[in-house]
């Protein structure tokens, strides 16, 4: 049963760039949730995709934009790259909008110099 | 406004001791709590769970108690192993929202 898988695992970019990461839910799940985490915080929540649709957003700006596919798997697009976005982007899966377990991927590393 | 905190960074317990980790919070309409566990390189791996109805969770070593007057919950893992060293992050979900609150998580190290 595959997990909740990201895609890459590392990405260096830089200051104006623009960046896209992808995810693949948990077998079974239609739910994905995106997630920043900076250093020495906890995940902050980014927005929701179900149905292919942005159902809840988190105090980020426009530059952050997603994208969910049929087959549930989704897209984070951050334009305009600044050095603090540079964090673990985390995706998580659950199984409809009221999940109560979110099942995590290993994220991806940005690096924004 | 950080409204899940858990305001002790790191924590080093003895091999076979207890270990007790600690969350606040301060929104009373939180309908869920939830510990994870992370180790490096590695997401978020989920531990237990707690309903806001409840005050008490129990799943093997690991137990959940919630203090809603408090707004405070607690993890306690007995007894604690080296394998249990991570950093483990409260979390909280109002299910109107659907919008999971991490802290900022506790480091845990198990002396053997």
């Known amino acids: 049963d595959a997990g909740v898988t990201q895609s890459p695992t590392h990405l260096i970019k830089t200051r104006g760039q623009q960046v896209t990461l992808r995810c693949s839910p948990k077998?079974?799940?239609?739910?994905v949730s995106w997630y920043q985490q900076a250093l020495g915080q906890g995940p902050q929540f980014i927005f929701q995709?179900?149905?292919?649709?942005?159902?809840q957003r988190g105090n980020f700006p426009d530059r952050f934009s997603g994208h969910q596919f049929p087959n549930y798997s989704s897209e984070l697009n951050v334009n305009a790259l600044l050095l603090g976005d540079s964090a673990l982007y985390l995706c998580?899966?659950?199984?409809?909008?009221?999940?109560?377990?979110?099942?995590f991927g290993s994220g991806t590393q940005l690096s924004v110099l | 406004d950080q409204q899940v905190k858990q305001n002790s960074p790191s924590l080093s317990v003895q091999e076979g001791r207890i270990s007790i980790l600690n969350c606040d919070y301060t929104?009373?309409?939180?309908?869920?709590f939830l510990w994870y566990k992370k180790y490096p390189a590695e997401g978020p791996t989920f531990l237990i769970s707690i309903s806001s109805i409840k005050d008490k969770n129990e799943d093997g070593r690991f137990t959940v108690f919630l203090n809603k007057s408090a707004k405070h919950l607690s993890l306690h893992i007995v007894p604690s192993q080296p394998g249990d060293s991570a950093v483990y992050f409260c979390a909280a979900l109002k299910f109107t929202g659907n919008q999971f609150y991490f802290g900022t998580g506790t480091s845990l190290t198990v002396i053997p």
């Open positions: 995709y179900y149905e292919e649709e942005e159902r």
């Open positions: 998580a899966s659950s199984l409809g909008l009221s999940g109560e377990k979110l099942f």
């Open positions: 077998s079974g799940h239609d739910t």
């Open positions: 929104n009373s309409m939180f309908d869920y």
